[in-house]
């Protein structure tokens, strides 16, 4: 009987699975959004039922579009965004909506973190930032703010883990989770730091179980299995975050493999095995390794979501147009506008900071902003400078990194979401001025996922196959001549955050106060 695998992702904005054979091949994709409640200033907030749900649409839609049998099912692999909190009672279900990685709420225990357990000792255990906002802050916001409802919480969990509770009844996390869930976790020991998390006042038995990305948790049980339309028995892996499933499935395995994934976040990862870490990003175990080797990853935090935002707010006439036609979305209509304005924008400059900002400005309290703007400018010129400021973001870590040593090869990778823009493609190429190319024919981060529940299952022997059936297409090289206009322009563009900081921390403050 030949052997299927089922990858599922969970992003900020939707959630995905896709079926492939044992050649690695995908036979079936399909593909949710979801709402993002932003209720308060700096909240984000997913329902947390509604996952189990999307999980029974997709893979039973996969199941009906590749005519699979659930019997032929060999394995499942899953991954979300980090950092994620769902909240569970004793019962299993969700307390509260669960938090996604654009929440930023947390403000004053990432300060109590930093006046009483300080920012050295952090880094020093958990290779992060406190500034990226882990998982651990968001706990300790809820002890704080409804604690009638912390009572209640029997584990604590991410997106993904909630998704294998609900498949398998156990409570497991992956390695590759651990860095984003921050301050006590320890990333070289991989386990959580008692003293530190006594000190926080936080119970140990908050959290999940912790193992290799590719180690089988638990199997689809008999109730899990009829929710789905599967069968019960199906080995459910740890999984591992989405960034590097999306790194995975574009064939990123060799330390300095660089790769961006362009979804919701702006997302850049560096394979390496080292365990000296910089600060500059967040640091975090790999997939095909994950007792051995990290990833250095660069987030933006809104990267392909400004383009959701420009399209949910000031696009409903490219949505409409859309619908009446059948070779093109609202993404590609938007694209077509942007290509008309020249590299540039014409003078508009664009900070992408919609949900603050993290690596390397880790600043919470950071806005977008759009300078230089006048009446030449156009929606085509708004659409473009938002993708040059993504680039400009992308470009900012992505020279610190090669300063503090970090091995980079080239080309660089372009994967998913707003990958699939060819304009997107080339002003990040020049920005850069790195070659790059386009991972051909895959669907993001459930193929990763897919190939690594292959591995756990036994079906390949390792994570060779992601490289081998990788096809890389639409070669760019750089255009000097861009690349040194943009450097005139990424000068203005890092300049002017300098120039913003004390006003995005103030507005902030005269926000807060008025808050209802």
């Not at 968001?138 to 997106?159: H, S």
């Not at 790769?259 to 000296?276: K, P």
């Not at 660069?298 to 383009?307: K, N, P, R, S, W």
């Not at 080339?426 to 920005?431: E, L, M, N, P, S």
Request: glycine residues 8%.
């Amino acid at each position: 009987m030949k052997s299927y695998m089922i990858g599922l992702d969970y992003g900020t904005g939707g959630g995905k699975a896709c079926i492939i054979d044992e050649n690695a091949d995908v036979l079936a994709y399909s593909f949710r959004e979801y709402l993002i409640y932003t209720d308060k200033p700096g909240w984000s907030e997913h329902d947390a039922d509604y996952y189990w749900t999307l999980a029974q649409d997709v893979i039973k839609e996969c199941l009906e579009k590749s005519k699979i049998a659930p019997e032929q099912i060999r394995g499942i692999g899953i991954s979300s965004a980090q950092p994620c909190l769902v909240m569970i009672d004793r019962e299993g279900n969700p307390i509260n909506r669960a938090y996604n990685l654009m929440d930023r709420r947390a403000v004053s225990q990432v300060e109590w973190l930093r006046e009483h357990v300080g920012v050295d000792k952090i880094f020093e255990i958990n290779g992060n930032r406190i500034e990226d906002y882990p998982t651990m802050v968001n706990l300790m916001w809820e002890k704080e703010n409804r604690p009638e409802d912390y009572k209640r919480i029997w584990k604590t969990i991410t997106i993904d883990g909630f998704v294998r509770f609900k498949m398998t009844g156990e409570t497991a996390m992956s390695y590759s989770h651990g860095g984003f869930w921050g301050v006590a976790y320890d990333i070289r020991k991989k386990e959580f730091n008692k003293e530190l998390m006594d000190k926080l006042g936080i119970d140990m038995e908050l959290m999940p179980k912790l193992y290799p990305c590719e180690e089988i948790i638990g199997k689809v049980t008999e109730e899990a299995s009829r929710e789905l339309g599967l069968v019960p028995g199906i080995p459910v892996c740890a999984g591992q975050v989405d960034c590097n499933a999306g790194f995975v499935g574009g064939g990123a395995i060799m330390p300095g493999d660089v790769q961006i994934n362009l979804g919701t976040c702006g997302v850049m990862g560096v394979v390496n095995d080292s365990r000296e870490f910089t600060d500059l990003v967040c640091n975090d175990a790999y997939t095909t390794n994950s007792c051995n080797d990290f990833i250095s990853i660069a987030v933006v935090l809104t990267g392909g979501q400004v383009l959701r935002y420009l399209r949910d707010n000031f696009c409903q006439m490219e949505q409409e147009t859309a619908k009446l036609m059948s070779d093109m979305d609202v993404y590609d209509i938007m694209n077509k506008e942007a290509e008309k304005v020249p590299a540039g924008s014409e003078g508009l400059i664009v900070l992408p900071y919609l949900a603050g900002e993290r690596t390397v400005l880790w600043d919470a309290k950071a806005r977008g902003t759009i300078f230089g703007l006048s009446t030449r400018h156009t929606k085509g010129h708004l659409i473009r400078a938002f993708m040059e400021g993504v680039a400009y973001a992308l470009y900012d870590n992505y020279r610190l990194m090669l300063e503090k040593g970090i091995k980079a090869n080239a080309p660089i990778i372009l994967n998913e979401g707003g990958a699939k823009s060819r304009l997107w493609r080339r002003i990040i190429t020049d920005v850069f001025n790195v070659p790059t190319a386009f991972v051909e024919n895959r669907v993001g981060a459930p193929y990763g996922d897919a190939i690594l529940a292959g591995v756990s299952a036994g079906v390949w022997k390792d994570f060779s196959i992601a490289k081998e059936k990788v096809n890389y297409i639409d070669y760019m090289e750089p255009d000097k001549k861009a690349h040194e206009m943009y450097m005139e322009y990424f000068k203005i563009y890092h300049r002017l955050y300098g120039h913003l900081k004390e006003d995005f921390s103030d507005l902030y403050e005269i926000v807060k106060r008025y808050e209802k």
